[in-house]
């Protein structure tokens, strides 16, 4: 994570003047007012102002959006008024009341962490040099024997952490009040956990890779760094792999489908018909849904040929002669990946970290919550799961083919 950097604090270093705005009404309307007007610095006083810790957080949080640097007076060159405004996020201090060399002194240890300085953590870990790492074998030791000799000598010991494993451990070495995690911790563990982006209009044109492993996907809008990349582009996965340095043994066709004009409900089911090859349903608006099977050559046009849609008409004239007098209102055409065996794939590919999801032709909707769920193991695990481990690239080389249509749902 990049720290913040201090505009402010750079500037007066550069020996650029800065101008600024005294805050003493202790509002953050006021502040988000005056911190767009173009002031370099804004100063919020707690010392002769009626502010506590909670009204400058507002107005720190007020101050954020706009390029001026708040600047927080504290009350007092304390210890632990600096601190709690440090922690609120305040990065600029103006410390009161400072009028000997060892009065600055103190005032710089209360910002800096040990061993530089005496801030918050006053912990074992950071008095050991090693501030936030209370795993690291030079201090875990020496906590199980605190622990334990502050139990032996009839106290109670406690700590926090966390890892369950470490909770779960200083229970055993006899602590006996334990916290096994902090609010804010899990809600950012929480909403990180949630932290799907979904952008729109944004097409990935290539992968780096360094020694046989992705690094991340180039797109549209720049690079975007992962160390796992699951593709799931259905008629445009054998593009993809080219794009990646291998190729897949599918191949790109149209599949168009049909819809008539609305009529009263005359079909309740879907009729399908694997001797004339066409499949026919209503819909609750009254249209007659109508497809077939997919082109019969490879191509890109998400549109379909005309022989394919007149072969189909006509079978489903031959199953519902009344149907012949029917309008096609519209007609439209995507692209289905097809695998010689007409299975999917699902699994790793050549390139390490770099999971593919295709080859479901044209039955890969009813099958999206299960194969989404099994590639999400697979990427997860590194290895897949029970039910596609026979769905691999792999069958290609080892000749397991998978020779049953239905495995994609595909009736026709
Ligand atoms: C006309 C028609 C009728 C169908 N009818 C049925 C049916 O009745 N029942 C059924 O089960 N299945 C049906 N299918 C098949 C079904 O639509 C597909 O199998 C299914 O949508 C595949 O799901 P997917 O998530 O793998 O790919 P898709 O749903 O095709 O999604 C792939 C996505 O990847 C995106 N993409 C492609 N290249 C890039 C890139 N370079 N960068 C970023 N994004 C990219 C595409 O824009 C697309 O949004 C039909 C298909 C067609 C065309």
Request: glycine share 12%; proline share 6%.
């Amino acid at each position: 994570m990049d720290l913040p950097q201090n505009a402010f604090k750079r500037a007066i270093g550069a020996g650029r003047t800065q101008i600024g705005l005294w805050s003493s009404l202790s509002s953050s309307y006021t502040v988000e007012v005056i911190a767009g007007a173009g002031f370099d610095w804004i100063l919020l006083d707690s010392e002769h102002s009626p502010n506590d810790l909670e009204s400058v957080l507002g107005q720190l949080q007020a101050a954020a959006a706009y390029p001026t640097t708040p600047i927080v007076r504290v009350p007092w060159n304390d210890m632990v008024m600096i601190k709690r405004h440090l922690d609120i996020g305040a990065q600029s201090l103006l410390v009161p009341y400072v009028s000997t060399a060892e009065e600055a002194r103190s005032a710089v240890s209360y910002t800096r962490y040990p061993p530089a300085g005496v801030r918050g953590v006053a912990d074992l870990h950071a008095s050991l040099g090693y501030p936030g790492e209370t795993a690291n074998p030079k201090v875990k030791p020496l906590i199980d024997d605190a622990i334990r000799r502050i139990r032996r000598a009839g106290k109670a010991p406690g700590i926090l952490t966390g890892v369950e494993a470490d909770a779960r451990h200083w229970l055993e070495c006899g602590a006996l009040f334990v916290a096994i995690g902090a609010d804010v911790g899990l809600l950012a563990r929480g909403a990180d956990a949630l932290g799907v982006d979904i952008i729109q209009e944004c097409p990935v044109t290539g992968f780096r890779i360094a020694d046989g492993r992705v690094q991340g996907v180039e797109t549209a809008k720049g690079f975007i760094k992962a160390g796992k990349v699951g593709l799931a582009v259905a008629g445009h996965a054998g593009v993809m792999a080219g794009l990646a340095g291998f190729r897949l043994p599918v191949t790109s066709q149209p599949l168009q489908a049909l819809v008539s004009e609305p009529i009263k409900p005359v079909l309740d089911t879907v009729i399908m018909s694997g001797a004339v090859h066409a499949y026919v349903s209503q819909s609750d608006k009254g249209e007659l849904v109508i497809g077939a099977g997919a082109d019969r050559y490879i191509g890109y046009g998400q549109r379909g040929s005309f022989q394919v849609s007149e072969d189909t008409l006509g079978a489903i004239c031959e199953l519902f002669p009344s149907f012949r007098r029917l309008r096609m209102m519209r007609q439209w055409g995507g692209i289905v990946d097809i695998c010689p065996d007409a299975s999917p794939i699902i699994g790793k590919t050549p390139v390490e970290g770099l999971y593919i999801n295709c080859g479901w032709g044209t039955g890969g909707f009813k099958a999206t919550p299960g194969s989404g769920w099994v590639f999400a193991q697979t990427i997860a695990n590194e290895r897949p799961h029970a039910l596609n481990a026979a769905f691999s690239l792999d069958r290609f080389r080892t000749g397991y083919l998978i020779d049953e249509h239905g495995a994609a749902g595909v009736a026709h």
